[in-house]
C-alpha cells in the first residue's frame, strides 16, 4: 500500500507540475501578445505599389498576399497573363508591361516603328479591359543621334498610338533610365523626357520618373519633381548605390522626398523597385514601405 501511494503521489506530482507548466507557457503567451502592438493603418498619402521582379523567389500570389497584408494596393511590371492573378487578390497594376521590344529598342529608332505600333495597338485594349492605366514604354538606345533627332523619332513614332491610347484612356509612360547601367539609353534626363511630352502634347503620353536612375544622372530630385510633376504618371525608388534598400544604407532621404511629392498635388503610385540586401526580404519591404508612408 506504501508503494501504490509513493507512486500515486509521484504521478499526482507530475501531472500537476506539468499543468503548472503549460499554464504558466499559456500566460506568458498571452501576455506576450498583449505586448505587441498591431502596426498602425498606412497613412493613405502615398499609394504604394512594388515591383515583382525585386522579389523573384516568391509566387506570384504567394506574393500578392503578402502586399495584401501590408497595405500595399500594387504589384507592378507584370505581363498580362498575370493581371488576374494580382486582381483576384483585390490588388491593381499600376505600371504595365506587355508591348514594345524591351528598353534597348524602342521609338528613337524609325525602323522600328511598325513593329512597336502593332505591339502596342494590340496591347493597349486589354490595359483597358483589364482596368489598367499605365503601359510602360521606353526610348531605346541613343545610337548616335542628337537630342533633337532623338525627340523627332520618338514623337513621330508615338503620335502614332497616342490616338488609340486616348480613346482607351491608357497612358503610355516612358521610363527614365540611367545611361551608364543602361548604356546609351536615350531618355536618361527629366528635361529631356518633359520636352518630350509637351511635343506629344497628349495627357496620355506621361514619364515614370525613376528616382534611383535620375540620382544617378543628375540629383536635385526634389527640385525636378517640383518643376516636372506634371509629366509623371509614375514614381519609382531605388537605394543609391546599388538599388538596395531605401533606408539609412544609401545617400537619398526618401521621407523628405515624399513629402515633396505629396506637396505637388501628385495621386499617382510610388512603386518600390529597390533589391533587397537583407535576409528577411519582406521585413525590408515593410520598412521601406514605411519609409515612405509620410
Not at 66 to 75: A, Q
Not at 238 to 264: C, F, H, N, S
Amino acid at each position: 500500500m506504501n508503494c501504490i501511494s509513493r507512486r500515486t503521489a509521484i504521478k499526482t506530482a507530475l501531472i500537476g507540475g506539468v499543468a503548472l507548466a503549460t499554464e504558466n507557457l499559456n500566460a506568458a503567451k498571452n501576455q506576450s501578445k498583449k505586448n505587441t502592438k498591431p502596426e498602425k493603418p498606412l497613412k493613405g498619402n502615398i499609394r504604394h505599389s512594388v515591383s515583382k521582379w525585386c522579389f523573384g523567389e516568391y509566387s506570384l500570389d504567394e506574393f500578392c498576399g503578402i502586399c495584401k497584408e501590408i497595405g500595399i494596393e500594387s504589384v507592378e511590371l507584370l505581363d498580362p497573363a498575370d493581371w488576374p492573378i494580382v486582381k483576384s487578390h483585390g490588388l491593381t497594376v499600376a505600371m504595365a508591361q506587355g508591348a514594345g521590344l524591351g528598353i534597348d529598342r524602342g521609338f528613337n529608332d524609325p525602323s522600328l516603328h511598325d513593329e512597336l505600333v502593332a505591339s502596342y495597338e494590340k496591347v493597349i485594349p486589354m490595359v483597358a479591359e483589364a482596368g489598367l492605366t499605365n503601359l510602360i514604354c521606353f526610348s531605346g538606345k541613343r545610337n548616335g543621334v542628337t537630342d533633337l533627332q532623338g525627340w523627332e523619332n520618338c514623337e513621330t513614332g508615338l503620335k502614332r498610338i497616342i490616338p488609340i491610347a486616348e480613346k482607351y484612356n491608357v497612358v503610355l509612360t516612358m521610363e527614365l533610365l540611367n545611361s551608364i547601367g543602361h548604356k546609351d539609353y536615350l531618355c536618361d534626363h527629366t528635361v529631356w523626357g518633359a520636352e518630350l511630352c509637351k511635343r506629344v502634347g497628349s495627357p496620355n503620353f506621361k514619364l515614370l520618373y525613376d528616382i534611383y536612375h535620375m540620382q544617378i544622372m543628375e540629383g536635385n530630385i526634389i527640385e525636378h519633381i517640383q518643376k516636372y510633376h506634371t509629366y509623371f504618371s509614375h514614381i519609382h525608388t531605388g537605394g543609391v548605390p546599388g538599388r538596395a534598400e531605401i533606408d539609412e544604407t544609401q545617400e537619398l532621404y526618401y521621407p523628405a522626398i515624399m513629402k515633396a511629392l505629396v506637396d505637388t498635388g501628385y495621386k499617382g503610385f510610388v512603386g518600390q523597385e529597390f533589391v533587397p540586401k537583407q535576409v528577411d526580404k519582406i521585413a525590408s519591404l515593410k520598412k521601406c514601405i514605411r519609409i515612405c508612408d509620410i
